[in-house]
């Protein structure tokens, strides 16, 4: 709805959104550990192809949604942040309806570092 | 029996072919003599310039009391929200209520009603003025081009030019808008929508006969440019509903190429066709 659509996150990141965000469950978070599979830097998302192991061991493929570039740049983002076969962990909001995926709220690199997209504090 | 020469056959044979030519040639103008005066076509006036010839931009007009020409973002906030929600004691037309309900009923299930948006369809005025995208603006004294980087949304206010013709104006989802200076304000009148896959709200329509008037006004030392906006639509909602918004101007922006990729709505649910409550 447009009630949400181009919603303020919790933390007062803005969501670029060019959709309704209703299929997005909000009050919920997961958190999962895969390979990226794709990382797309475009407009009007970015978004990551996460391939994650199910309980039964089955590879599903995330498919996680991010801002735009515009925002992830002043949140340190380049494309080259993530690459395809880095093995991280991503926690989403997910889909309401169990698609594997969701809206992004942040990730953990290979080398520790935890990325968001909240645009770093001026000092 | 008599014989003819062949330059005599020559001389009328050429005779013939030189009679019949002047007679083809003719023929047009011995029609148009004959016809009517009233079938005369008049000689087509010259186009107007448009907005932006520079011999129209250079004709003597007041100065603009101010220049919007940046980029600005519209500043969310608890006193400019980015919805056009309905006020208090609103009253919708049959037609529009059906709308509503549904839309009331899809988001109490958690789904996505008629997200025409999310579909690449044009977020049109109002909306798209409060995306959370800047809007590059570019004035001239014939015309503001506003650039929102949302999908590239093209809207032209142009200040040389009354409303076109109905007859003639082609429609869109951004409308026709012309502008007039008001004292320190600038006043943009909007008509001639497309009334299909087109919102003013979740569940409210805008339909073809949304009339959008907004009272723009550049303040905080041309930090923050406010606009008033008073829209009717008869066949949507009863009387005329108000609001103020205001965008910042960011300084520090530019506006990227922004489109809508089928690929992209594919890889999410909310905006597979299949998932929308249509």
Redo the contacts between chains.
């Keep these: 709805?447009?009630?949400v659509?181009?919603a303020?996150v919790a933390a007062g990141t803005?969501?670029?959104?060019?959709?309704?965000?209703?299929?997005?469950?909000r009050t919920q978070s997961k958190t999962v550990t895969g390979m990226v599979k794709e990382f797309r830097w475009?407009?009007?998302?970015a978004?990551i192809d996460l391939d994650v192991a199910n309980d039964k061991g089955v590879v599903e493929t995330w498919?996680i949604?991010m801002t735009?570039?515009?925002f992830l740049l002043r949140a340190g983002w380049k494309s080259s942040t993530l690459k395809s076969g880095d093995k991280v962990t991503a926690t989403v909001r997910p889909?309401?309806?169990g698609?594997p995926?969701g809206l992004f709220v942040s990730v953990t690199l290979p080398d520790g570092r935890v990325m968001t997209e909240r645009a770093a504090a001026t000092p | 029996m008599t014989h003819r020469s062949p330059n005599r056959r020559l001389r009328t044979a050429l005779t013939l072919v030189l009679t019949v030519g002047c007679l083809a040639a003719a023929g047009p103008a011995l029609r148009a003599q004959n016809a009517p005066a009233a079938q005369a076509s008049p000689a087509p006036a010259a186009p107007p310039l448009g907005a932006l010839a520079p011999a129209n931009r250079a004709k003597p007009r007041p100065p603009a009391p101010f220049d919007v020409t940046g980029v600005w973002l519209h500043a969310n906030s608890a006193t400019s929200n980015f919805r056009f929600a309905p006020p208090d004691g609103f009253k919708l037309t049959p037609q529009a209520q059906v709308h509503y309900d549904a839309a009331r009923k899809a988001q109490a299930e958690g789904n996505v009603y008629r997200d025409d948006i999310g579909q690449c369809w044009p977020a049109g005025l109002p909306l798209i003025m409060t995306r959370v995208w800047p809007i590059a603006m570019m004035q001239y004294p014939t015309a503001i081009y506003m650039v929102s980087e949302f999908m590239n949304s093209l809207r032209v206010v142009y200040l040389d030019r009354p409303h076109s013709d109905p007859d003639v104006v082609v429609r869109s989802h951004n409308g026709e808008s012309i502008g007039r200076w008001e004292g320190d304000t600038l006043v943009i009148d909007t008509q001639f929508f497309i009334g299909h896959h087109h919102w003013i709200d979740s569940g409210i329509p805008a339909s073809d006969a949304m009339h959008v008037v907004e009272r723009v006004r550049m303040v905080n030392e041309g930090r923050t440019l406010e606009i008033a906006y008073t829209i009717s639509d008869p066949k949507t909602f009863e009387g005329e509903w108000k609001w103020t918004k205001r965008w910042n101007r960011v300084d520090d922006r530019d506006i990227a190429e922004v489109s809508c990729y089928p690929d992209l709505n594919d890889h999410m649910p909310s905006t597979r066709s299949k998932e929308n409550v249509r």
């Design positions: 709805m447009y009630t659509l181009l303020v803005p969501v670029a959104a060019h959709h309704s965000a209703a299929g997005i469950d475009g407009n009007p998302h978004w498919s949604e735009s570039p515009t889909f309401r309806d698609t995926g």
